[in-house]
């Protein structure tokens, strides 16, 4: 009974541990998947998906596999898709003025093409040669997401060139030339020239929001200076230099005498200190009669003299 017991404690101690083969991350694997008895399957296979991922996404973003590769890169692209990573959603955000399918177009997606073989740079690059995209980032977002964010150029006026019309930014450049009417809010600026000055003439019209809110239009003349036409048809002359005073003065004549809204054609503030005011048809009119009718009385009051 003795020799039995030391003899089944013999066979359990002494037993000589199944080969496992190298010692490694990698051997191990693959040992332990082989196609007898698997331990841990789940587990391992789950294992061996993740490194399938890793290996596929590195021969992708290290250019080992490009557009026109060969069967082995056509066999790693289809490996890819029966993981799961096709692409299934497109997100976008940041996105006003910018067509959405001007941006699906740009990203270039097909159906046979895994998430690893879609080319982020050239997306973005794409995006960004749209005239509202001031930039533009794009990603993956495993395992089947395309994530799209832009930054858009804020309209800032509606520039006329000769009879073309174009929606601009603060830095004069053109957004757009299509649906001009939904920014019909916007300042009006005709002219050559007009777009690349904008941003100073605007920023003087921000300290000035009376004459802001009555501009009709401002018009670049000879690329020096602008002439601003009110909506009530009154025209402003401004100076090639020191429009912020003779803006500031124009308000102080409008606040004390109400100036804007007398029967006037033309201001012109070109000379500093000096201020040149053609009157309107009626006023003009009006004043002959009263310069003709003083005249007279004069004239008699002479005789009497």
């Given at each position: 009974?003795?020799?039995?017991?030391?003899?089944?404690?013999?066979?359990?101690?002494?037993?000589?541990?199944?080969?496992?083969g190298r010692t490694g991350f990698g051997w191990k694997l693959l040992e332990?998947?082989?196609?007898?008895?698997?331990?841990?399957?789940?587990?391992?296979?789950?294992?061996?998906?993740?490194?399938?991922?890793?290996?596929?996404?590195?021969?992708?973003?290290?250019?080992?596999?490009?557009?026109?590769?060969?069967?082995?890169?056509?066999?790693?692209?289809?490996?890819?898709?029966?993981?799961?990573?096709?692409?299934?959603?497109?997100?976008?955000?940041?996105?006003?003025?910018?067509?959405?399918?001007?941006?699906?177009?740009?990203?270039?997606?097909?159906?046979?093409?895994?998430?690893?073989?879609?080319?982020?740079?050239?997306?973005?690059?794409?995006?960004?040669?749209?005239?509202?995209?001031?930039?533009?980032?794009?990603?993956?977002?495993?395992?089947?997401?395309?994530?799209?964010?832009?930054?858009?150029?804020?309209?800032?006026?509606?520039?006329?060139?000769?009879?073309?019309?174009?929606?601009?930014?603060?830095?004069?450049?053109?957004?757009?030339?299509?649906?001009?009417?939904?920014?019909?809010?916007?300042?009006?600026?005709?002219?050559?020239?007009?777009?690349?000055?904008?941003?100073?003439?605007?920023?003087?019209?921000?300290?000035?929001?009376?004459?802001?809110?009555?501009?009709?239009?401002?018009?670049?003349?000879?690329?020096?200076?602008?002439?601003?036409?009110?909506?009530?048809?009154?025209?402003?002359?401004?100076?090639?230099?020191?429009?912020?005073?003779?803006?500031?003065?124009?308000?102080?004549?409008?606040?004390?005498?109400?100036?804007?809204?007398?029967?006037?054609k033309t201001i012109d503030l070109r000379i500093p200190d000096r201020m040149?005011?053609?009157?309107?048809?009626?006023?003009?009119?009006?004043?002959?009669?009263?310069?003709?009718?003083?005249?007279?009385?004069?004239?008699?009051?002479?005789?009497?003299?």
């Amino acid at each position: 009974m003795k020799n039995k017991k030391a003899k089944s404690q013999t066979g359990r101690v002494g037993r000589k541990p199944k080969a496992r083969g190298r010692t490694g991350f990698g051997w191990k694997l693959l040992e332990d998947i082989s196609f007898g008895r698997v331990r841990n399957a789940p587990a391992n296979l789950a294992a061996l998906a993740f490194i399938s991922l890793v290996l596929i996404y590195s021969m992708f973003a290290g250019g080992y596999v490009r557009e026109g590769f060969n069967a082995v890169g056509r066999s790693i692209d289809r490996v890819a898709l029966g993981l799961g990573f096709a692409v299934t959603e497109i997100k976008i955000s940041g996105r006003d003025n910018v067509d959405r399918l001007a941006i699906l177009q740009a990203l270039d997606l097909k159906k046979d093409r895994s998430i690893f073989r879609f080319d982020v740079s050239e997306a973005k690059r794409r995006i960004e040669r749209f005239g509202w995209v001031n930039s533009a980032s794009v990603s993956r977002l495993l395992p089947g997401t395309i994530s799209v964010k832009i930054d858009e150029r804020r309209p800032m006026a509606i520039w006329q060139r000769d009879k073309l019309f174009f929606v601009i930014d603060s830095e004069g450049k053109p957004l757009s030339d299509k649906k001009i009417a939904d920014y019909a809010a916007l300042p009006l600026l005709v002219g050559h020239g007009a777009a690349k000055h904008a941003r100073a003439l605007l920023d003087e019209l921000e300290a000035q929001p009376t004459i802001k809110s009555m501009m009709k239009a401002a018009i670049r003349v000879g690329d020096r200076r602008w002439n601003i036409q009110l909506r009530n048809n009154i025209r402003v002359l401004l100076p090639e230099t020191r429009e912020s005073e003779a803006l500031a003065e124009l308000v102080r004549l409008e606040t004390e005498q109400g100036l804007l809204s007398r029967d006037v054609k033309t201001i012109d503030l070109r000379i500093p200190d000096r201020m040149t005011i053609e009157l309107g048809d009626d006023a003009a009119a009006q004043r002959k009669a009263s310069l003709v009718k003083n005249g007279a009385r004069g004239a008699k009051k002479g005789k009497r003299i």
